[in-house]
């Protein structure tokens, strides 16, 4: 399972956080982390947070901007997103990294005056 939730629309500037609910034999054995992809692109990684959540990996594209938290306990990894812009705009899927061949349901977020 991998049920990512927490998208929608927003003005630029806004922010939002992303969650994903995480199956146990995926979330406690794997790196995390979240992709997106937008119309026409390929899927590319955004952030990621190692498995004691100590260590961080971000895109060139979102550095300063969104922030990787992963919850252990409750099996979930979040995506804070701040100061979004119109090419934010995607859906946003959870996986491990590397990813496993199961994708789940994307969140769509859409950055938009």
């Known amino acids: 399972q991998l049920q990512a939730s927490g998208g929608g629309l927003v003005q630029p500037g806004g922010s939002l956080r992303l969650s994903c609910a995480a199956s146990e034999n995926i979330f406690k054995t794997k790196v995390m982390g979240w992709y997106r992809q937008a119309p026409g692109k390929q899927r590319e990684l955004v952030a990621s947070?190692?498995?004691?959540?100590?260590?961080?990996y971000y895109a060139d594209s979102v550095k300063g901007r969104f922030a990787i938290a992963r919850d252990n306990a409750e099996n979930t990894v979040y995506l804070r997103m701040y100061s979004l812009k119109s090419e934010d705009t995607a859906a946003y899927y959870c996986n491990a990294v590397p990813a496993v061949d199961y994708w789940g349901q994307g969140t769509q977020v859409t950055v938009s005056s």
């Open positions: 947070v190692s498995k004691d959540g100590t260590r961080n």
